[in-house]
């Protein structure tokens, strides 16, 4: 069964390094995931790879069954997540084509469904480092490995979206400490803790942020740099899967312990 799961966000829709070999439709306790499952090889090791807006992107942040796709991966038996996303810029230092490695998150999401324990039992899991660390540690030695720079922290704020952020909301992040902005990385992150799985984020900066450059921010920006990133993103992930991965000495198989009422 597959170890490894991938999380495609916009613009990566498949990886032509992944060889094939069956897709599964898995059926879970919350619904549909955003699409079928590509199980198969990357770098010799399994992988399943989910699509997170579905093929042909027609899913909207807000309405991507979070819950599912982050179940439906454990199904599988994948107990690692690398999650893809793209986001815009808001520290200068981080242009457009930038790979960045968040290592914090601030969540401005709402009405998204964002824990398993909605019933009756009570659940709080430590979210004070919200990526795995030992995975954060693989990604920084593929980067090396495959010769790739990038920015190895920072401060991902997730919006609801589907809009895009106001200058003034983008001024405000910023003195917030954050680094980029993104419509897609929560629950996904919470999710994957709540499940004890490892789970870190490869971040594509796509475009600077509303205000950040004089233009006009489109969707067209999003995916051309996403497009051109691509090969970079293929060779990290392809280094990154050839990685002793099973070696670790996290917690995040623990997150349960001590989190229940």
């Known amino acids: 069964m597959p170890l490894l799961g ?45 699509p997170r807006h579905g093929a042909g992107h027609h899913l909207q942040p807000h309405k991507i069954n979070y819950r599912a796709n982050l179940w439906g991966f454990r199904e599988l038996g994948v107990g690692k997540i690398v999650s893809v996303c793209a986001t815009g810029g808001i520290n200068p230092d981080m242009g457009p084509g930038t790979i960045a490695v968040p290592d914090q998150i601030i969540d401005m999401t709402s009405g998204r469904m964002s824990t398993f324990y909605d019933g009756d039992e009570v659940v709080h899991v430590d979210f004070t480092r919200p990526f795995c660390p030992d995975m954060r540690n693989f990604v920084a030695e593929a980067a090396a490995g495959a010769g790739l720079a990038s920015a190895m922290s920072g401060v991902y704020i997730c919006v609801n979206g589907p809009r895009l952020e106001t200058a003034a909301e983008i001024r405000t992040f910023a003195a917030w400490g954050a680094d980029m902005v993104g419509m897609t990385l929560m629950p996904e992150a919470c999710l994957a803790r709540e499940l004890e799985m490892c789970f870190t984020c490869i971040a594509v900066v796509t475009n600077a942020a509303a205000g950040i450059a004089a233009k006009k921010l489109t969707a067209k920006e999003v995916l051309e740099t996403m497009k051109a ?17 099973q070696t670790s000495s996290c917690t995040c198989n623990q997150a349960l312990k001590e989190a229940r009422l």
């Open 6 to 50: 991938v999380i495609g966000g916009s613009g990566l829709y498949d990886i032509p390094d992944l060889e094939i070999t069956n897709t599964e439709k898995v059926s879970t306790p919350y619904g549909d995931p955003s699409d079928a499952y590509r199980i198969g090889k990357l770098a010799g090791r399994e992988a399943a790879f989910l």
């Open 229 to 245: 990133t691509e090969g970079k993103v293929r060779l990290l992930l392809a280094q990154l899967f050839s990685l002793e991965l």
